[in-house]
């Protein structure tokens, strides 16, 4: 059962009209059963009010003949009962009812045609039901008042039975005529009431899949008005990722083409020179655009990876000490071959609620921003510290610095400093991925000068639940505060 | 012929400058628009190689700069989007040609080379005058019927007075087309050509006249 309903889609106006027409039948039913019921014991009530009120009259018609001694005369005349025939009728139910009438002497005195030869009843009296040949008789006696005779009216009770059908079924009739009526008069105000749905559903059916304009609203009820301003706001939010999405390939294929237009060229030039220092100049002006173009590709790979990770990450407590240690080390190559220092001073035993691999990440993208953009043989800082319930950690680098109105732009894809953009070889992307990092862990990066000169970059991460004790007895040293200073030897030259 | 080519991303710039120049271009390479809109209200050139994505001035805005300045140097513009709208909007701008990057170094030369031709009015590939044959493209002379060896300044003073036939060329304008900045020009160079191509052509294909410059008679 439960299977068909999720076979099967629910119609809301299917359901509406199903069970709207389950109920009126019910109900109607119901009603139709006791208005019925009613109405039949009704018209028997009124039927044996009859058969009372006929006795009477037959009782007074006796009554004064048997004073005027006609009646003696004619049973005195004839012995054989009377037959008090209606040839013509008068009404339809008119036969329905018999008469007896019955001298304690002399037995069937008269009777109606319709009436059986054996008395309808035994008693004198009132009201009785008799079985006769196989038929139930509803009969109301009355005797004279010395007791001489008794009048029996009588109704058989199938005839009976027949009209009080037929007169309570007409009610019924008229009930269940009125049904089909009502249900399309029910079909009509639902179809009518759900048509705005139908509306929405149209709307929506003869969409493109791409066509993200928002629904009309016109001509919808209250009601639906939250579902429409939902369903447009989700529209809108996803033109916005189709617009990133779309800005995001435009963006790569731009700043690929340059690279790999570079790449050619100097291949080319390699190809068609005469001149064997040409040649080799070209060559490795080749095999810079290769390796640019690499890191390219990289930082790209790795911002759609970060891009289209789920909202949810998995967290773990990581110990910052230990990933900042984990990134300078990784850097320190690029650092000493541009003779900075890179110094660093945090706390000891800070744990963040974090993905470790994107915290990595993250880090290494700051860091190498910051070794980029410092000149040879300056500084970058490396700081954090416990403020409040976060970890606020800062890089900074000794370099030109943003413009003011620039900090703004500088998590853009592909924004490049105008003042950097040709002395500095990068993708443009190692901000926009870390700030889609930090969007990943619901925590803070914002961006200023620093005291180095240079940009500085604040990143306010929550800390873990509970620092784990053990990790951090790991990591290098034990006093609360410490710096670590490396110093770079000079380029001898 | 005296080329400037502004193009920001290095080894691009590196990769064109060295490859235009063994075409026998003079290049002159800029990597900002402003520096560009600059050289361009100073220096005559005779072809002009733009990137749209420049820092401080945008490539569409150097070109609606030298337009309006009656500039008519033919540009020819270097894209890297893939929307037609911005080719639209650059042909729209006054540039005359486009390339889409990444392209080919030969397909750059022989469109400068259809741009010059465009640009003096000519549609015939080879220019042809009084026996002398001479192929921008091939890079080759021939002087009723037999090649000719021409040093590549010989070639490029050759290929501008046969592009301007009936025309008094100053020899600093000759100089201009043969030497990009920072290269160095001896004083009497042209001179020497001059005197090197009588000797390998007729000795009366090229006029000089004193204290203007020089000339190929149109009869």
Redesign the interface.
Known sequence: MALRFRLVPRSLKKQLLLSLLTSLLLVWGATAFISYKLARDEITELFNAELAQSARVVHAFVDNMLRQRALTKLWEHDKSPELFDTPILGHKYERKIAFQLRSIKDGLVLRSESAPEFALSLTRNGYSETMLDDQLWHVFSLSSENGDYVIHVGQRDDIRRQLVESIAGQQVIGFLSALPVLALVIWLIVSRTLSPVNQLKEQLASREAGYLQPLSDENLPEEMLPVVGQINALFEMLEQAFANERNFT?DA??EL??????????V??AQ??QDPQ?RE??LQ??Q??VL?MTHMVQQLLTLARVQHHAAGIDKQPVDVNHSVIAVISDMDHVAHEKNIEIELQGENGIAIDANPQLIQILLRNLLDNAIKYSPAGSRVKVSFRRRNKQCWLSVEDSGPGVADGDYQRITQRFYRC?ET??TVEGSGLGLSIAQRIVALHAADISFAKSQLGGLKALLKLDLAGLPDERETSLTVGTGRVYGLKKHQKAKSG | MRLLLVE?????????K??LA?EGYAVDWL??GAQADEALKLNKYDLIVLDL?L??MDGMSVLKAMRKRKDSTPVLL?T????VSERVAGLDSGADDYV???????EICARLRALARRHDGRNMPILEHKGVSLDPAAHQVSYQGKPVELSQKEFEILNFLMSHIGQVTSRPRLEETLYAWGSEVESNAVEVHIHHLRKKLDTNLIRTIRGVGYIIDEN
């Open positions: 435009s294929s731009h083409k340059t690279p790999l237009a570079g790449l050619l060229t100097q080319q030039v068609k020179t040409v100049q070209a002006k080749a810079q655009a640019r105008l953009a040709n | 920001d991303d290095t080894i691009l710039g590196d990769g064109l060295a490859g063994m990597t900002d994505n820092p401080r270097l890297a989007r893939d929307g889409a990057k990444p392209f080919d170094l030969a």
